[in-house]
Nanobody, 121 residues
């Protein structure tokens, strides 16, 4: 059974940093594209970043230059380093995986449960 478990969320002040982790099990992690999405209260799900099997990243404009996605295939772990956080980054952050490249969430094959990130002073 495929399982993704996120960690690293929490409360941070504007301008601060957090690093999210997503550990996968029950899958051949290295063979899949991995993604981060987020959903703020009352808003639609937003794709924010993807990373290829080989580690090539892609970012939404809203996070480009502030967030960095990475993966450690040996540890079956996906990361999201978030710097210069803003109040509008407050959301539930969820990792997901897919067998092919896509940034359309409806095409992701499996999902984690999400971790809350709150940016507030």
């Amino acid at each position: 059974q495929v399982q993704l478990v996120e960690s690293g969320g929490g409360l941070v002040q504007p301008g601060g940093s957090l690093r999210l982790s997503c550990v996968g099990s029950g899958l051949t992690f290295k063979d899949d594209w991995m993604h981060w999405v987020r959903q703020a209260p009352g808003k639609d799900l937003e794709w924010i970043s993807s990373i290829s099997r080989g580690g090539l990243p892609d970012y939404a404009d809203s996070v480009k230059g502030r967030f960095t996605i990475s993966r450690d295939n040996a540890k079956n772990t996906l990361y999201l380093q978030m710097n210069s956080l803003k109040s509008e980054d407050t959301a539930v952050y969820t990792c997901a995986g897919s067998k092919v490249y896509t940034i359309r969430a409806e095409r992701f094959d499996y999902w984690g449960q999400g971790t809350q990130v709150t940016v507030s002073s």
